[in-house]
């Protein structure tokens, strides 16, 4: 008998099979797609490119008086928005019409035109409704006429738009409305490459023009009504416009801010649903002072509370509900950069009827100033207390390989001098090639600064310094619960060797709290040899558990009719300060002058 062996396939060989399988029939399955996308991307584009093609002739093919949008300058028959249905998909067009005051016959920026409409830019944009398209398709064109409208008789209006660097911004809404009812313009466009939007032949009015500027993530500016605010004056009205002249709108917007705030007690212990008063982000109106966010606000049950949406700038807090308004960290006011986020404590303490904050700041930095004693003497009765630890800070630097902050030294230094301030002090810049030539960069490495234990929190790295356009500052800095690491990570905002702390961002991470010892490195850089930037101070500003930094608070005051305060600090001259009589829970703000 004739024997064959009949090997099935294993479990294993019958998975794998089917896993290849599998992934062919996807390889598969994915090129086709690709390949679809492609194609029907194709599609669209023809099908936009014909949609812009038609509506251009339609625009070719109007009288020169009637190429603009309705409500708007320069008026015409067209609408700013429009969908056209193609092969059952939505497109929409938006037009851009604006008229040209060519310069080759004066313009009326300068005065040497009256007439302000040479000819007319068109600009269309098509985008696929239905295709969740990423970018619109445009197309431009000038339309002139051999007799165009005479505008000797209207005025133009350039706004201007910029960030909170005075960056210009490209591309940001513009509606601009008239509040006069014989003018009808109501009209939405963008700024161009130089954050401009040039509007032209616009009649004259009082007042009457209402301009608001937004644009996604961004936070808004606009013009107010005389009334807006009360009695208050508004610092930016709705726009005026004068026969032959040109108006100009300035507005500042940018990443909005967010405060996360916590009301405590002097234990450090939250306390929750507390109410007070929040002002800032901006003065937009005087006489009174009116802000860009006025509000009454309560914490949570757990004393936490997120405002967000802010304008940049400095917030106050008052009015505190039902307890004493102790202090608050970081010290007041508040300065938030645009974009950022701004953990504040607001310390709270058992209501009495008479109490005093003291904040006490350098002159000339504006920044706290620690263990300041501060003497309240009301009447016959003196009271004695000393403020927060504010910050730690360097404004010499003599001493190279200095291991432990001593008040002037530093670890290592290479393409930096030292700059004698005249007063047995020095500051520092880039070093010399040549008399007033310098280097084109230099790195400094500060001693080890030593914050006393690991109940640190880190607030921020802020520096004084003379920073000519051509240069810049940067830092990076690195903390560490021992003094004698076996290396210091230097790190900028997000963790990482690759960000620096600069004008724009001085807020240390939290990640850094807890670390006793801190080091700075400083990078000094110019583009222009004949120019370097000029370093006289660093400051480390931060907290421990629930010291006020630069704060003194008294919880009760005598009835007393004479009431004075006396503050002394090492390297400040001292000041006395008549308080007179206090009769409700007061706050008040003292610059010392150093004596240096």
Known sequence: MLLKNKKAFTLIETIISIVVFVIFVF?????????????????????EMSILNEQMEIIRNLDFLDVGIVSSTPAGVLTRNSTIYRNGVNYQVTRSIRNIDDPADGTIELGTDTSANDYKYVYLEVTCVDCQQRSALSIYTYVS????????????????????????????????VSDDPSIKIDMVDTTDNNGMLKIYDVEPCFQCYKITVSTTG??????????????????????????????SANFQIDKP???????????????????????GGGIVATTPDRYNYENT??????????????????????????????????????????????????????????SLLATVRNSNTLLPIPNARVTLTSGIQNFEDYTGVGYFGQENWTNKETIIYDGGGF???????????????????????????????????????????????????????DQPTSTTIKFQIATSDTATPEIWNFVGPDGTDTTYFDASDKDIPIAHDGERYLRYKLYLNSSDANYSPIIYGVYILYVKSCSLP???????????????????????????????????????????????
């Not at 757990?302 to 608050?328: A, C, K, M, Q, R």
């Not at 047995?424 to 006393?452: H, I, Q």
């Not at 600090?569 to 009769?583: E, K, R």
């Open 27 to 47: 390889g598969i399955y994915g090129g086709i797609q690709f390949v679809y996308k492609v194609i029907y991307s194709s599609r669209t584009q023809v099908i």
């Open 145 to 176: 006429s051999y007799f165009p409208q005479d505008t000797s008789n209207s005025g133009a209006i350039f706004v201007n738009v910029k960030d909170s660097h005075e960056q210009n911004l490209v591309g940001v809404n513009v509606h601009v």
């Open 218 to 247: 961004y936070t808004s500016d606009k013009t107010v009504s005389s009334t807006e605010y009360g009695i208050s004056i508004p610092k930016k009205y709705h726009i005026t416009v004068n026969s032959k002249t040109v108006s």
């Open 257 to 279: 801010a967010q405060i996360n705030l916590t009301t405590v007690n002097t234990a450090c212990e939250p306390v929750g649903n507390v109410s007070f008063s929040v002002a």
């Open 297 to 354: 606000i309560s914490t949570n049950s757990s004393g936490e509370i997120s405002l967000t949406d802010l304008h940049w700038g400095e917030y106050n807090f008052s009015n505190v509900s039902g307890h004493n308004f102790v202090g608050i960290i970081p010290a007041r006011p508040i300065n938030i950069l645009a974009g950022s986020s701004q953990v504040v404590n607001i310390v709270i303490a058992n209501s009495t009827t008479k």
């Open 411 to 465: 670890w290592s230094v290479d393409n930096i001098d030292k700059l004698d301030n005249g007063d047995n002090t020095y500051a520092l810049r880039l070093a010399e090639e040549a008399p007033y030539v310098y280097k084109s960069s230099g790195v400094l490495e500060s001693a080890t600064f030593d914050f006393g234990s690991a109940t640190v929190d880190y607030l921020k790295l802020d520096w004084r310094a």
């Open 550 to 596: 630069g704060q003194v608070y008294f919880s009760s005051i005598p009835n007393e009719n004479s009431n004075s305060l006396r503050i002394t600090a090492d390297g400040y001259i001292a000041q006395d300060v008549n308080l007179g009589v206090i009769n409700s829970n007061t706050s008040t703000i003292i610059d010392l002058i150093s004596n240096n």
